[in-house]
C-alpha cells in the first residue's frame, strides 16, 4: 500500500509539456469529431495492436503534438505504404485532421487525443516504430518554465524502447535556444546517435512539409532547426 501511494503521487507530480488552452471548437471541426472519431480515433489502451487499428502492418510514424495536422495529413499523402499514428491534446486540432483525413480519402491514419507520455506508456508496443516526429513543440522560453519542455532524459529513455534499432527521432523548433536544449539533452545519451555528426544540426528532408507558420516566419528571417537522431 506504501508504494503504491508513493507511484500514485509521482504520477500526480508528473509535469505535463502543455497546458489545455482550447479554443472553441468550429462546427466543421465538431462535425468531423462527431462523424469521424469512431473510425479514426484511438482510445489509450494497455498494449494496442495498431496493426490490427490499421487493418494491415506497415512501417509506423509516430508524430507528437501534431497541431492542426496539415504536415501530418501531407506526409500521410505522400506515403500511402507507411501507417501515421498523431497524438494530440488540443481538439480543435483534432476535428481539423479528421476533416483532412476525409477530404483526402486517407485510409493510413489513426490519432489519439490524449497526452503523449501516457500514451508511449500504455498503448505502444516496444520496438515498433520506424520514427517519431516532434515539429514545433511549446518552447516554454521562460527559465522557470524550462521543466516543462517535453525533450527531456526520461522521454528520450521511453522512446529509445518504442522505437526500433535503427528508428528515428526527428525533432524541429524555430526557437534557437530550445534548438540547443535539445541537441544537449540528446548528444547525453548514449542510445541515439546524430544524424549529421555530433553537435551538428540537419538540413530539412523532404518528408517533412514546410507550414505555412515556417514560411511566414522565414519571411521574417526567422531560423529553424531540424535534429535527427538514429536508435543505436
Request: proline share 5%; with cysteine.
Amino acid at each position: 500500500m506504501h508504494d503504491a501511494k508513493h507511484s500514485t503521487d509521482r504520477q500526480a507530480r508528473r509535469i505535463r509539456s502543455f497546458v489545455r488552452r482550447e479554443g472553441r471548437l468550429t462546427p466543421g471541426q465538431q462535425k468531423a469529431l462527431d462523424a469521424l472519431w469512431p473510425q479514426y480515433g484511438l482510445v489509450a489502451e494497455q498494449d494496442m495492436d495498431l496493426a490490427a487499428a490499421f487493418g494491415r502492418w506497415a512501417p509506423l510514424t509516430l508524430e507528437i503534438g501534431f497541431g492542426n495536422g496539415d504536415s501530418l495529413a501531407e506526409m500521410a499523402t505522400r506515403e500511402p505504404d507507411n501507417n501515421f499514428v498523431g497524438i494530440e491534446v488540443h481538439r480543435p486540432g483534432v476535428g481539423h485532421l479528421l476533416s483532412e483525413i476525409k477530404r483526402r480519402e486517407l485510409t493510413n491514419v489513426r490519432i489519439f487525443c490524449h497526452d503523449a507520455i501516457e500514451v508511449l506508456n500504455r498503448s505502444i508496443s516496444d520496438d515498433c516504430l520506424e520514427r517519431v516526429l516532434l515539429f514545433f513543440p511549446d518552447p516554454w522560453p521562460k527559465r522557470k518554465h524550462h521543466k516543462r519542455r517535453i525533450v527531456q532524459p526520461n522521454l528520450i529513455r521511453l522512446l529509445a524502447h518504442k522505437l526500433k534499432h535503427g528508428g528515428r527521432f526527428h525533432m524541429a523548433t524555430d526557437w534557437r535556444h530550445y534548438a540547443e536544449h535539445m541537441m544537449a539533452v540528446m548528444e547525453a545519451s548514449d542510445l541515439f546517435t546524430n544524424v549529421a555528426g555530433r553537435g551538428h544540426y540537419s538540413p530539412r528532408p523532404v518528408y517533412r512539409p514546410v507550414t505555412k507558420f515556417e514560411q511566414r516566419g522565414r519571411r521574417l528571417g526567422h531560423g529553424v532547426w531540424d535534429l535527427i537522431f538514429q536508435r543505436t
